[in-house]
């Protein structure tokens, strides 16, 4: 993500999901990217968004290729 001009940050363990997400939340992250067993092994990434669109509701998680990522990210916030 960094060498596409995205910023991120990460974070390997360091208690629960839970916990995870909601720092990220707390960080100001658009979006959490998610990498699990099932998805590693899937060659996929589930990408979570933290924040509202601009009707007010936060869309659903979805998991998309990995190598799409990017192509993602960008599609949802072209200034990217």
Known sequence: LRA???AADRRFGGGSLKSQMK???RSG????V???DDEAA???VTLRPLRADAD???PP??????DALVAELRAD????
């Open 4 to 6: 596409a001009g995205i």
């Open 29 to 32: 992250a658009t979006y959490a």
């Open 56 to 58: 007010g509701e936060r």
């Open 77 to 80: 916030d072209p200034a990217r």
């Open 23 to 25: 720092s990220a939340d």
């Open 61 to 66: 998680q979805r998991r998309v290729p990995r």
């Open 42 to 44: 899937a060659g996929e």
């Open 34 to 36: 998610i990498v699990g």
